[in-house]
């Protein structure tokens, strides 16, 4: 014999009404008519990862060009006293 309370019903109501609200990324795309359907979104967003990730590793690496500008001329330091 199962023993149900009504509080248990009422959180699996609430948990029921809380995951059918969240829209997944395909389907805001397709909602907002962004694409036609989700197999486009699916490859819209691998798109979307592919250009984040790229975007990253040029910056992470670009950066690392320019650290040390100036150590090939040690003389040009000027000592803030003799300004």
């Known amino acids: 014999m199962e023993v ?8 699996h109501q609430s948990n029921a009404l809380h995951s059918s609200k969240k829209l997944s990324y395909q389907e805001m795309l397709v909602k907002y008519r962004i694409v036609k359907n989700e197999q486009q979104a699916i490859y819209v967003l691998i798109g979307v990862i592919v250009i984040a990730i790229s975007a990253s590793l040029v ?18 330091f000027v000592p803030a006293e003799t300004l």
């Open 4 to 11: 149900k309370f009504d509080i248990d019903e009422q959180i």
């Open 59 to 76: 910056l992470l690496f670009s950066g690392s060009k320019y650290k040390n500008i100036n150590t090939h001329n040690k003389n040009s």
